[in-house]
């Protein structure tokens, strides 16, 4: 077993770090940010939601009324660029965890009956499809030792956050990407 985790190194802020490893519902909400921000703004966000909204919790997000958690979103500086998509999109992944998983996020993994299970969860939350899903199952395993069974070949093939482990991983993890999207713009693929 690994050791604990205290800290996931995706934003540079130790308290935002620590959070992400501590609330599984604050890992959540950041992979549903990280999209079209940099990896430290959208693993900001659960640390600075938390803050506006005196708490993480899936059912006090899930009964906000849309328009206080999207004022919540908006209040400057924005937790997103696209703030009014992200608040609906949190506050429907806070209303799967609290009414499929009790409240709990972490019931996720812990009542998914093998890593395929686990992946097909996970796909079905909103904001995390195909590519985040593998994701998440590769931080759960390599730094929370959430290993079910086939978990390895549910893993993606390309370097993802699950491979970062230090400040120096991140800024590689981070080069690498922007390279494999400037090859793709210069073949004429999708970025």
């Not at 077993?1 to 995706?10: A, G, Q, Y």
């Not at 966000?45 to 059912?59: C, N, Q, S, T």
């Not at 120096?168 to 210069?186: I, P």
Request: hydrophobic share 45%.
């Amino acid at each position: 077993m690994p050791e604990p985790v205290t800290s996931l190194p995706f934003t540079g802020n130790p308290e935002a770090d620590a959070l992400l490893a501590s609330s599984p519902l604050a890992l959540l909400v950041g992979f549903a940010l990280d999209q079209q921000v940099a990896v430290q703004k959208a693993f900001s966000g659960p640390l600075e939601l938390a803050r506006r909204l005196g708490g993480l919790d899936a059912v006090a997000v899930a009964g906000l009324p849309p328009e206080d958690l999207e004022t919540a979103f908006r209040t400057p500086p924005a937790l997103h660029r696209f703030p009014g998509m992200m608040a609906g999109r949190v506050q429907a992944l806070c209303a799967v965890v609290a009414s499929e998983y009790g409240n709990d996020a972490s019931g996720i993994w812990t009542g998914a009956s093998d890593a395929r299970d686990l992946r097909a969860r996970l796909r079905a939350l909103p904001g995390i499809g195909e590519a985040k899903s593998a994701t998440v199952i590769g931080v759960l395993a390599r730094r929370f030792g959430v290993r079910p069974a086939g978990w390895e070949a549910q893993l993606p093939a390309e370097p993802t956050l699950a491979d970062v482990d230090s400040a120096e991983a991140l800024a590689a993890y981070q080069a690498g990407k922007r390279a494999r999207k400037a090859e793709g713009r210069a073949a004429g693929g999708r970025p």
